[in-house]
């Protein structure tokens, strides 16, 4: 149930000592805690800046009361007088204290939803953005009309993360071959399992650095979401429980994009394309390095925000 409540509501009543608090009071007590801390609501882009607070105070209690209830999040609107046990208002008091200490809902929860799948996710990888879904939207139009001969049509998604690009595009196109890399050992090991938990077991996880890890493979797309993120960018305060390598490659933000634009030639059979997210002010840069590199048809794409968000391109 996606409706945030209105915050200008009466509170609900303390509960008296030694009685249980129910529904409603817990939830109530989580927003109060949070809507001191949270100046942006969750699923933001990386390059976003401060929006509402409540609306993000509020919903992140919800999934977190929701999360430690294991029950959807109606429950607490269907049933708000319902008591809560003391242990469990107990973890989710410590759950709001983490939240309110910067740490990502996701983290806490241990799942974030792309694509419509549920994905596990940690420290060691990046939470993947709804925003990131165009990435796979513009893939799989692009390739919509491919015809690979007797071979499948491949795919790499480079820097895969938790995988959620890879298994996104594998579980919207199952005839095609999915090569995933990550140069982290953990992130692989996360991907890997939400392959095994969505039965998404053919897409290939290779350990590796961008294009090393590949070989001399070529492919009918590559697809990435590189880090983008300059270093010195004020963002990157909101974001410091993520990992530093999978936000930001260096000091203007375009390290990991050029590398990608320039080394991919040699990974794209002719007619194939190149798909990359980028920062909202990069797109600029970005389709230069394209056209420079002797790409064609390079076209960027916004995000449902209206920015500038992921660059395509064919090579010849």
Known sequence: MGTLHNLTEPAAPAPAPGEAASLQSLLAEGVAILIAVIATPPDGPLDGRPGPA????????EVLLAHVLQRPRSTLFAHAERPVGPEAAQRFRAL?????????????????????????????????????????????????????GPAATCVADLGT????????????????????????????????ANARRLDLGRVEFIAGDWFDAVGARCFHAVVSNPPYVARADISLRALQHE????????????????HLIGRAPMHLLPGAWLVLEHGADQAREVAAALVAAGYARVRCHRDLAGRDRVTEAQWP
């Not at 409540?54 to 209690?61: K, P, Q």
């Not at 959620?164 to 199952?174: E, H, K």
């Open 161 to 192: 993360g938790c995988g959620a690009i890879a298994l996104a595009l594998a579980s919207a196109r199952p005839s095609w071959r999915i090569t995933a890399t990550d140069v982290s050992a953990q992130a692989l090991q996360l991907a890997c």
């Open 54 to 61: 409540h609306a993000g105070a509020r919903l992140d209690a």
């Open 243 to 258: 990992p530093a390598a999978a936000l930001t490659p260096g000091p203007t933000g375009l390290e990991a994009l050029l």
């Open 96 to 148: 709001v204290a983490r939240r309110a200490e910067g740490v990502p809902v996701a983290y806490l929860t241990g799942e974030r939803e792309f694509w419509s799948l549920p994905l596990a996710v940690g420290p060691a990888v990046l939470i993947p953005r709804p925003e990131t879904e165009l990435v796979v939207e513009r893939t799989l139009a692009l390739l919509a009309t491919a015809r690979a």
